[in-house]
């Protein structure tokens, strides 16, 4: 996910394509720009607030920071759980019991269902669930001193995503 806020539309699009080029089977998704997720051939993640996207326009994906938020967002080919574990500025954490409690009650959704916030190589396994597909980092990465080594360990704590990054697109494989 390219989550870059403060690029120009033609950056974001810049760095859609040195994605595509780079990992081109990867399935990308750019946090509420519709306009350049279009034009990359990307999905698009709609942040809370963000205008109604109509469904068959993009493939879209959708924070979940309530589980009552679940049933309209259903459709969507990516729902983020979020947050899991305490971060600064994200609200409450759900914990991983009450992720749990939630991803067994859960009615079918159309995509993949990930959990975020708060997620470490240390904690990811305690969030293992037959509905859960797998789980998605961002502080979890930049915050760390070695962010390959934090990959290696997240991919011995969480068995390999559908959708997982190419080996060799992995920092050490170069």
């Known amino acids: 996910m390219i989550r ?6 033609r950056d974001l699009l810049a760095a859609v ?5 780079l990992a081109p089977g990867l399935e990308l ?5 519709l306009d350049v997720a279009l034009a990359g051939g990307c999905g698009v993640h709609l942040p809370e607030g963000h205008p109604h996207v109509p ?4 493939l879209l994906s959708r924070p979940v920071h309530d589980p ?4 309209t967002r259903a459709a969507s080919r990516q729902l983020l759980l979020s947050p899991i574990f305490p971060v600064t500025g994200k609200g409450p954490a759900w914990g991983p019991g ?4 939630v991803l067994d009650a859960m009615p079918r959704v159309a995509g993949r269902v990930l959990a975020l916030g708060g997620i470490t190589p240390d904690n990811a396994a305690r969030l293992r669930h037959p509905r859960l597909d797998g789980v998605a980092l961002i ?3 930049w915050d760390v001193p070695e962010p390959a080594l934090a990959v290696d360990r997240l991919r011995t704590a969480w068995p390999t995503p559908r959708n997982a990054i190419p080996p060799s697109i992995h920092p050490e494989s170069r």
């Open 98 to 101: 009450r992720l749990l409690a």
């Open 139 to 141: 502080r979890g990465l």
């Open 4 to 9: 870059e806020p403060d690029l120009q539309p």
């Open 17 to 21: 394509q040195w994605v595509r080029k």
């Open 68 to 71: 009552a938020q679940i049933p």
């Open 29 to 33: 998704w750019l946090t509420g720009r």
């Open 55 to 58: 469904p068959g326009l993009a």
